[in-house]
Structures are given as C-alpha cells and as structure tokens.
C-alpha cells in the first residue's frame, strides 16, 4: 500500500492575478465618468499602490513641463539658442518642478486622508493615494494645455474646482462616506488647513516688510 498523501484531482487551481489596467484607462474613466461608482471599481481592481500613484503624478508633471518647454520653442523660435544654452538648467528646473509637484500631492493626500480617518473613515492612505492620483496626475496635463492656450481664470478656476469634487469623491469612496460625511471632513481639512497658513503667511509678510524698512 503506498504511503503517499492522496492528491485532491478536483482541487481548485490557483487563479492568474488579472493584470492592472492601463494608466490611460483609468485616467480616461474617472475623468469621463465621475462617480462614486467609478472609484468604487478602480478600488477593486489590481495594481493598487503608492508607488504606482506617485509615479503617475511624477511622470505626469514632468511631461507637462517638458510639453510646456517645447511649445514655447515652437511659438517662439527666436528663443531657441537660449533654452539651448541654458539646456541643463532647464531640465534641472522641469525635474525639480516634478518632484515638488509630487511632495504637494503626497502631503495633501495624507491631508485629506488623515482628517477622514479621524472621522471614522476606514480606508488606507495608499488607497487614497491611489484614487486621488487618478485624477490629480490627468489634470496637470489640462491645466497645462489650458494655460497654454491662454485660457482665461474662470476656465482654471473650473478645472481646480473639478479637481476638488474628484478628490471628494475618492474620499467618500476609499472610506465608505455618506455624503455629508464627505464634504464635513473635506471642510474640517480645508478650514484647518487655512488656520495653518494664514499666521504662516502673516508672519512671511512681517518679516519681509522688516528686512525691505532696513534696507
């Protein structure tokens, strides 16, 4: 009689982990469709990561300064042998706007999370991370073209206003929110946040009215 463990022929095999969907598509999902739905989907779908969503935002803001660069060349040609000359410099500049775009992102993500924690929220900061970049890194690209194309401040006023109610809606979604829990938590985090700058601000502007009176 063989002494070897009987093997289960009926056994479920392990599924294959379906791959992430393509950064253009979930960009192209949440901006199309704004929904608590569309996030709720996102959410249930492979590929989740910060890393994945600070890479997208990196990337994103890099593109959009490397695209603001070159049609600026092609607009003005005359200004060709001076972005040569100073072609180091420039990309230096378009790196450092991208990782600074990146640290803003990151902290008002964490923001924004920690304040919805602290109102019971029981979503993680990776997936806020996650949601919020699928709609923070697309629209650095609009805002670009639009700045490009000389739009005026009400369309930027828009597009900013459009960003608040996609980060509103990854809230409610990554936490489980009812809506006036959203926006209660979304207030609270901005009203706070204005707290903080204002005496930041008004001691900026002492300092810099004491340093230009003894000059």
């Known amino acids: 009689m063989s002494n070897l463990p009987e093997t289960d022929l009926h056994a479920e095999k392990p599924k294959n982990t379906p791959p992430a969907a393509p950064w253009h598509v979930i960009?192209?999902?949440?901006?199309?469709a704004p929904a608590t739905a569309t996030f709720d989907e996102l959410l249930t779908q492979p590929g989740i990561s910060a890393a994945r969503a600070l890479r997208w935002v990196f990337l994103s803001a890099l593109a959009a300064g490397a695209l603001a660069l070159l049609v600026t060349?092609?607009?003005?040609?005359e200004l060709f042998s001076f972005f040569l000359?100073?072609?180091p410099q420039f990309l230096l500049s378009l790196g450092l706007n991208a990782v600074l775009t990146v640290a803003i992102f990151a902290l008002s993500s964490l923001w924004l999370q920690g304040f919805a924690r602290l109102a019971g929220g029981t979503g993680s900061y990776t997936e806020y991370h996650y949601a919020l970049a699928a709609s923070f890194a697309p629209l650095i690209f609009v805002r670009t073209l639009v700045a490009l194309a000389g739009g005026s401040f009400?369309?930027?006023?828009?597009v900013a206003l459009y960003q608040l109610v996609l980060a509103a809606l990854a809230l409610r979604a990554v936490?489980?929110?009812?809506?006036?829990?959203t926006l209660?938590?979304?207030?609270?985090?901005?009203?706070?946040?204005?707290?903080?700058?204002?005496?930041?601000?008004v001691v900026g502007v002492a300092l810099l009215v004491t340093l230009l009176t003894g000059l």
């Open 175 to 181: 936490n489980d929110f009812t809506w006036g829990r």
């Open 154 to 158: 009400i369309f930027g006023a828009a």
């Open 184 to 201: 209660t938590t979304l207030l609270a985090a901005l009203g706070a946040l204005l707290l903080l700058l204002v005496p930041l601000l």
């Open 73 to 77: 060349v092609i607009l003005y040609p």
């Open 27 to 32: 960009w192209l999902k949440v901006l199309t």
């Open 85 to 87: 000359g100073f072609l």
